[in-house]
């Protein structure tokens, strides 16, 4: 008879692993259901604004006009108008509004430092942006509409349509409001290092050339605003570098 050896068999225990999604699909609905609340409320105080606006439209106008006189270049026109100076009013005044909702959404997932710059940041932001249009609305569009038409008018009958109107107004506001926002946005770069004051020191020549062709592009092309709006984008610059400087001095200081 033949022998068997008997041979130990080493008995290999097989953990049954669980297929779990890639994502977490619970906190991802979570985060969509929030977002659609906040998308919701945002809608809704828009709409408020907007019904607000547009029944109110005979006591603004004349504040938005400024006792101009505009055509009217046909019958659908006049719809086209009340309906786009409404909507970009309406969103105008939702602007804080939407800001507080989408911040209330993004909070949660930055970090300590993120949170807190933004958190800090985020009123300055939205006065800076008020600041810019305002200068727009009380200096640079009455300026430049006075100089324009009056060039115009010396070989032509100068008739504006509303429509026009409207799109010179919101071409000498809102580009301000987002240049203002230049020092934030200086900051913000030189948090995460990417500026430094000398950088900005060393490249002002050419930032003054960039910022000429932008208040050219932006704005009406005649001298008067042109001038008008690379006027204040210097003087920014030239705070935004102090700003900067002094971030770099405090960060100095705190690691000394």
């Known amino acids: 008879m033949e022998a068997f050896v008997e041979v130990p068999v080493e008995t290999i225990e097989l ?43 005979n006591i603004w106008f004349p504040y938005v006009t400024r006792g101009h006189s505009l055509i ?47 958190g800090l940041y985020a009123p300055v932001m939205l006065v800076l942006f008020l600041l810019g249009v305002a200068f727009g609305y009380f200096i640079v569009n009455p300026l430049s509409y006075a100089f324009l038409v009056s060039v115009g008018a010396t070989n032509f009958d100068v008739m504006v349509s509303a429509n026009e109107y409207m799109h010179f107004l919101v071409m000498t506001t809102i580009p301000l409001g987002l240049l203002f926002e230049l020092p934030i946005v200086a900051l913000f770069l030189s948090s995460i290092g990417v500026l430094t004051a000398e950088s900005m020191k060393k490249i002002r020549g050419l930032s003054y050339i960039g910022m000429g062709v932008g208040s050219a592009v932006i704005t009406p092309p005649d001298f008067i605003s042109q001038l008008l709006v690379l006027i204040p984008m210097i003087i920014l610059y030239e705070i935004s570098i102090y700003l900067v400087k002094r971030i770099e001095r405090k960060q100095i200081e705190s690691t000394a």
């Open 15 to 57: 953990d049954v692993v669980v297929n779990e999604p890639l994502f977490p699909i619970a906190s991802l609905l979570e985060h969509l259901t929030e977002l659609r609340k906040q998308i919701i409320k945002g809608l809704f105080v828009f709409i408020l604004f907007f019904i607000i606006v547009f029944s109110t439209i």
């Open 72 to 118: 009217i270049l046909g019958p659908l026109e006049v719809v086209k108008f009340y309906m786009t100076i409404s909507t970009t009013l309406a969103f105008g005044l939702s602007m804080p509004f939407l800001v507080h909702f989408l911040w209330s959404f993004v909070k949660p997932g930055l970090k300590e430092e993120e949170s807190r710059f933004l």
